[in-house]
């Protein structure tokens, strides 16, 4: 059974920094495409930053310069490192994989298996 669990959300000021963390179960996280993902209040979910089945990364350009991924194969785990964050980046944050294939990893519409999310919360 494929499983995700976020954690490492929480509340920062505004020029601070945050490490997000996806434990994933039931598969290993360099087969397949696996990102992140958020949604703010009132928006719809968009993606992060994610690493494709062939290994190629992608950040959303709100992201680039400022955010990093990254996994651990042995420890089955997906980081998202998150630098200079803005009140801007208040969202709910998701971990989720393309278990089928086929789907670019930064189209949310594409993957399969859902984490519950963690929140993070930039203060101005």
């Known amino acids: 059974e494929v499983q995700l669990v976020e954690s490492g959300g929480g509340l920062v000021q505004a020029g601070g920094s945050l490490r997000l963390s996806c434990a994933a179960s039931g598969f290993t996280v360099d087969d397949d495409g696996i990102g992140w993902f958020r949604q703010a209040p009132g928006k719809e979910r968009e993606g992060v930053s994610c690493i494709s089945s062939d290994g190629y990364t992608y950040y959303a350009d709100s992201v680039k310069g400022r955010f990093s991924i990254s996994r651990d194969n042995a420890k089955n785990t997906l980081y998202l490192q998150m630098n200079t964050l803005k009140p801007e980046d208040t969202a709910v944050y998701y971990c989720?994989?393309?278990?089928?294939?086929?789907?670019?990893?930064?189209?949310?519409?594409?993957?399969?298996?859902w984490g519950k999310g963690t929140l993070v919360t930039v203060s101005s």
């Open positions: 989720a994989t393309d278990q089928d294939g086929g789907s670019w990893c930064l189209d949310y519409r594409g993957m399969d298996y």
